[in-house]
């Protein structure tokens, strides 16, 4: 978890790797859907290029869909999911019913003007739509009212690893990695 441009993508893809699960990123799914415009991705942009959330019966769903996957039977980590409290209590079902656990929360901390420095520099490397600044801004509002409140629900299950994301990559990594193990031993 955390705010957008703290670097869940990135660092996603690396610690996933290193635990050899795949990374699933709700964001990533989306952006393939719409670009192949399938029914999901014409149903998911209006809502990502308005920097709102994509409804949760849609995002439950698509999420169900790709743990229930082969490569997903070890194991897997999220990216950019549960970001609301009905998505967290789905989650918590369809693990309960796929026998798996949830082992750790990695929180990605930032700087709000860091934040927006990185989403700027990312929309010029990318040309991503939803990395305009009245877009980004409403992304970031969206986070701190309906995302963010979520890391108390975790915390209070002794899952949460607050890691700054602040850094390079490699540092960040390390540092996640240091915070899983600590999870693990509590
Ligand atoms: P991300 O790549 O994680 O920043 O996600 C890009 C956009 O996809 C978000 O701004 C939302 O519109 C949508 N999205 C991604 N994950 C979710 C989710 N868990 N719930 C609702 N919408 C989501």
């Known amino acids: 978890m955390g705010p957008p441009g703290a670097g869940k993508g990135t660092q996603a893809q690396i610690v996933a790797d290193r635990f050899g699960i795949p990374a699933i990123s709700t964001g990533d799914i989306f952006r393939a859907n719409v670009a192949k415009n399938t029914e999901l991705g014409i149903e998911a942009k209006r809502y990502m290029d308005a920097g709102e959330y994509v409804p949760d019966s849609v995002t439950n769903l698509m999420v169900r869909n790709r743990i229930d996957e082969e490569d997903a ?106 915070g899983l193990g600590k999870v693990e031993e509590s």
């Open 73 to 178: 039977v070890k194991g897997f980590l999220l990216d950019g999911y549960p970001r609301t409290l009905a998505q967290v209590d789905e989650l918590d079902g369809m693990i309960a019913y796929t026998g798996h656990r949830l082992d750790a929360v990695v929180v990605l901390t930032a700087e709000p003007a860091e934040l927006v420095r990185r989403l700027a520099d990312r929309a010029h490397k990318e040309g991503r739509a939803d990395d305009t600044e009245d877009v980004i801004l409403r992304r970031q509002e969206l986070y701190l009212e309906q995302t963010a409140p979520l890391i108390d629900v975790y915390r209070k299950r002794g899952l949460v690893c607050e890691v700054d994301g602040l850094g390079e990559v490699e540092e960040v990594t390390a540092r996640i990695i240091e």
